[in-house]
């Protein structure tokens, strides 16, 4: 009941329609400054937050290097706690488990906390398939859900929707599913949550089974963690008879003294508040309180691959704030669509190669996707160098096409660049044949800069993509290092 | 102290004025810069769109190039920013020792302008008369990959006769982002539409910047727009004297 | 192979080589920041919770004054006189729906954060009585304050189920806009004591 990513085009093309969606701008922009300024505002009040980055960067990037350890610890702490525990190599072999524990208890829905696992694995529409309705119970999943669409956000999936859009989409949809909308509703954000409260309370109610991810794991302990803010989380995770986690095995953190720094890290980086509404704590099976059989789902899917990765495997400390996206100057244009990910934005540009490789087209156009001015590195609680992994995943996707029989113009280009930079004498000779070309423009060029430079205005072939809205100063008739030569560095009475 | 300039390949080909303006500036403080012929880039556009392989030899042209230097200056925050924090995954890359002790040895002496007129030679102060509404845009990698803070705003505060305005969301990007521009030409455009808009805004005649690529795109928008604001390097305006403006 | 055999094969082969040795720097502590309960109750109520102060022996009638007709549901070991109000029994989530309010105890609050922790002994209950109900009255007395989160969690038994309550519960979905109250509890009063 929701669109796909399958088949999205190459960042450029996606990004080029986002950036004709005025409405979408304009939401994007509003939404994407209110949160930053949020953000900065509480994380300014934290006097020693670089040191707290760097613990949270530290025991996350602990965990990492001894998985396995770790890995084989949370089991065997779950397993004493009373949980089910699975593995799952991919997306397919965690949705038949998630699909056979349900199918077990003879239900036909389940009620889910947002989660990106999950939606990274297409959960909801693999259970479908099995006539099992997965209820998403997250505002904005829910706005997802019901407007059949696509994730936009880690955070705030529907971060492209404004108020009077939700509004519309909760008229004409809740009724298909459960309980209507009021017939008066309104777009008062206020409104519209209660109208979304009323809807899942139903579901909330008689739900026997519910699906949630985590956001943390505690080896030594066998504790699940969930953050929150409407208490959607609380609902599924405490009111059905049966809870199945799916968790990625990147989210274990050793012991439970580790979630201090990113308990301390997460809610301010990531909807800017001293702390969220609602975190939830379990350990397996307690009796007498909350779902009686826990399962978990310890998912691979790519991580391995990630893992494996030198310079990428910091990508696995990511914690999902989003505070990346949303300071990210690309994703506040651009929207969360053209990503062709659940993992949009900065992080998803390195995620989705770092987990699939850059084998097509699409994913190996992430990469680019950014300018790299370093801005999601700056506020990354656990500081991941999102910048350096990039330009790490672009070398991989050009050593990905050395093979290639006919190669890339741009290949070419850069083969070229490197001889003339691999010698001062070739590029004095490319510089004389720019100086001339640039005598062509300033005789031809229609257009002149602020301060009498003569510029070229749009020009057809390959400088299109840098004139169709940018003039192009037209080359010196003289290169530096040729003045330097002719007047000694200015020495010669040439200084200007 | 034996001090280089490296030029920079956009700045040599396409803005030797702002090299004019660097020697010029220097010289005017009592220090006499050697420009080594041998110099061509720092490899940046390579490593930025991920031809590593491709960037090994105009490395290696680089730190041979400015070998025995104390100090070598550049008029660019990015390509400051290639030597000392690029160049080491380009020499991993080549499997060569002795370019990735070589590298070890020019990266940290490499300096953006800003950076060597303050923590190097030790002026605020470089005797500079502009009499210009002008606004500063800091550049993504002389803020974040180098960390120059606050020493631009300070050695423009210094000049005679400037009229400093801020300029709004000055930490954004403008959209440049090297090979970024035109792969994904209509982000970089967008981008470059709010900064420009940005500098609109603020009523200034010139926007300074200490990047010339990020001023070819920003500038390259304003003009196209006829917006009427000149785009000059931090250099430019603080090599400016009453002389040049009489 | 088993999935799980594969998966951990996989990890030890992805960091073949990498040393498992990383320092981790301590996380830093708050500065000292004086009254802790004063910060608490600025913290809570800047999440747009109510808070009421009382000495040990108003508490009751705080509380009482605090549900007034509301229909109270409240754990085993409360210890309040609260006339009316209902022993939790196991109720099903349906039974839950038919109570307004909910009083309970809690283990710890957490002046720098704003935030109460419920550690669901007897005399906070079960997790679903504090969620279904829409008011949540809190009664935290100032000994359980402290400074930060590393605190509570030196205080806390992860063996135990923990809900962790900042404020009442909140959404900022829509356009990033924050309201107050979807699904937990839309109004979080907490009676701090002493």
Known sequence: MSGTFVGMPAFPTAAREALGDTQLRRNLAHATHVIR?????????????????????????????????????????????????????????????VAQVTKAHGVDEVVKVKSMATAEIGLNEALEAEGIAAWETDLAELIVQLGDD??????????HRNRAEIREIFLRRMGDVGRPAPVDLTDEPAVLAAAARAHLREKFLRAKVAVSGA????????????????????????????????????????????????????????????MNPYTSTWSGVTPGDGPQEVH?????????????????????????????????????????????????????????????????????????????????????????????VLVD????????????????????????????????????????????????????GRTTLPGGRAAAGRLPGPAAGWTGARDLPAPPEESFRDWWDRTDGGRDGGAR | MRIALQITCVNDAMFPDTGKAVVRLLRRLGVEVDFPREQTCCGQPMVNTGYLDEAVPVVRRFVDAFAGYDAIVTPSGSCAGSARHQHSIVAERSGDPALAAAVAETGPRTYELSEFLVDVLGVTDVGAYFPHRTTYHPTCHSLRMLGVGDRPTRLLEAVRGIELVDLPHATECCGFGGTFALKNADASIAMGADKARHVRDTGAEVLVAGDNSCLMHVGGMLSRQRAGVRVMHLAEVLASTEEDEG | MSARDDILRGVRQALAGVSPAVEVPAAPRVPDRGDLVALF?????????????????????????????ARAVVPPDLGLDLPGAVVDDVFTATELDAYDAVVTRAAVGIAETGTV???????????????????HVCVVDGGQVVADVPDAIALLDPARP????????????????????????????????G
Not at chain 1, 58 to 82: N, Y
Not at chain 1, 150 to 159: E, G, N, R, T
Not at chain 1, 418 to 436: I, M, N, P, T, Y
């Open chain 1, 393 to 444: 995943q672009r070398a991989a996707v050009v050593d990905s096409h050395r093979g290639d029989r006919v190669p890339k113009a741009e290949a070419v280009a850069m083969k070229a660049a490197a001889w003339a930079f691999s010698d001062s004498r070739r590029l004095a000779w490319a510089e004389k044949a720019s100086g001339l070309g640039g005598r062509l423009l300033r005789r031809f």
């Open chain 1, 37 to 97: 300024d949020k953000r900065a505002k509480v994380v300014a009040e934290v006097e020693d937050w670089e040191e707290l980055r760097l613990a949270g960067a530290g025991v996350k990037e602990a965990a990492l290097r001894d998985l396995a350890t770790h890995l084989e610890t949370l089991e065997a702490s779950l397993v004493r706690a009373g949980a089910t525990v699975h593995w799952a190599r991919d997306a397919e072999e965690a949705c038949a488990i």
């Open chain 3, 162 to 193: 923990l809900t962790w309550i900042s404020g009442p519960s909140a959404t900022s979905d829509i356009e990033l806009d924050r309201v107050e109250g979807v699904h937990g509890p839309r109004t979080l009063h907490v009676v701090l004591v």
């Open chain 3, 117 to 135: 922790v419920l550690d669901h002994q007897p005399d906070q209950g079960r997790r679903a009585i504090t969620l279904v109900p829409d008011l």
């Open chain 1, 215 to 274: 956001n943390f794991a505690v080896a030594e302990t066998g504790t699940l963690v969930v953050v929150e803010s409407e208490g959607n989380g609380r609902m599924c995770l405490t009111l059905p008879e049966v809870l199945i986690s799916v968790v990625g095995i990147e989210k274990v953190v050793a012991t439970w003294a580790d979630l201090d720094p990113l308990l301390r890290l997460l809610p301010r980086s990531s909807t800017g508040e001293r």
């Open chain 1, 296 to 388: 978990v789902v310890l998912l691979d899917n790519g991580r391995t691959r990630a893992l494996a990765d030198d310079v990428g495997r910091q990508a696995l400390r990511c914690i999902r704030c989003s505070a990346c996206l949303n300071v990210c100057p690309v994703y506040e244009r651009v929207g969360g669509h053209a990503y062709g990910s659940v993992y949009p934005g900065p992080i998803g540009a390195i995620l989705n190669p770092l987990l699939h490789g850059v084998s097509d087209e699409q994913t190996a156009s992430l990469p680019y996707a950014s300018s790299l001015c370093g801005a999601c590195f700056e506020v990354c609680p656990v500081r991941i160098d999102i910048p350096s």
């Open chain 1, 150 to 159: 696509l994730p936009s956000h880690i955070l705030v999936p529907a971060i």
């Open chain 3, 41 to 69: 109750v600025e913290r809570v109520e800047d999440y747009r919770a109510v808070v009421t102060r009382c000495a040990p022996d108003e508490v009751d009638q705080v509380v009482r004054d605090v549900l007034g007709s």
